[in-house]
């Protein structure tokens, strides 16, 4: 079955330097969505890509699709105390199945 | 609008013990999805409702857990015979759902279960 591996599983970093995850998925994805979830919380939708090559903002966030559509990444620049929590990708496969596959996630924690 | 809710928030039963979970998902959202999360963990999944029907169960851990959907609205999980191992968050999802689309899943808090 499909899978989903993010890389690191863990991240620390001091406050303002940035930060990359990365998504790698065992097929071709017909999308991405990325999660974040905050400490105690449950995650919450932050976007999603669906063309080959795409690049989308969200203020300080960068979210990527790979060319193949079989990988994804998110940076965030000058990293804040607000960032912290777990970011997870999502993919779903190009063959009409509906079930989005969550990464395994990396969690982000913030150096003061 | 109100979002997803669950029911309990927490729940702590004995070992053997059967349990229900629900879930009710946000208005006129046809698909509905059951994860477990372990502590320090990722996002299980256990199975997922298309309106009443349920078109992948795969993710059942087990005979012990069974999920239904009534009125392609709430949605029940129970775990008979619980075991230590059961003890997790679990969360619901909803989303539109509509073949061929991927739409946002928007999670509910989730039902910390305790197994002692």
């Not at chain 1, 499909?2 to 990359?20: A, L, S």
């Not at chain 1, 060319?67 to 999502?90: M, R």
């Not at chain 2, 959202?29 to 409702?49: D, P, S």
Request: net charge positive.
């Amino acid at each position: 079955g499909q899978q989903v591996m993010q890389i690191p599983q863990y991240q620390h970093v001091q406050e303002g330097e940035d930060f990359t995850t990365y998504c790698n998925s065992s097929t071709t994805l017909s999308n991405i969505q990325w999660y974040k979830q905050r400490p105690g919380g449950h995650p919450v939708f932050l976007i999603q890509l669906v063309k080959s090559g795409e690049v989308k903002k969200q203020k300080r966030l960068t979210f990527q699709f790979g060319e193949a559509k079989k990988n994804s990444s998110l940076h965030i620049t000058a990293t804040q105390t607000t960032d912290v929590g777990t970011y997870f990708c999502a993919g779903r496969g190009v063959f009409g199945n509906e079930k989005l596959t969550f990464g395994t996630g990396t969690r982000l924690t913030i150096i003061p | 609008g109100a979002g997803v809710s669950q029911s309990p928030s927490n729940k702590v039963t004995e070992k053997g013990k059967d349990v229900e979970l629900r879930c009710d998902p946000i208005s006129g959202h046809t698909a509905l999805y059951w994860y477990r999360q372990r502590l320090g963990q990722g996002l299980e999944f256990l199975i997922y409702f298309q309106g009443n029907s349920a078109p992948d169960k795969s993710g059942l851990p087990s005979d012990r857990f069974s999920a239904e959907r009534t009125g392609e609205s709430v949605s029940t999980l129970t775990i008979q015979r619980t075991q230590q191992e059961d003890s997790a968050v679990y969360l619901c999802a909803s989303s539109l759902g509509e073949m061929g689309r991927t739409y946002e899943q928007y999670f509910g808090p989730g039902t910390r279960l305790t197994v002692t």
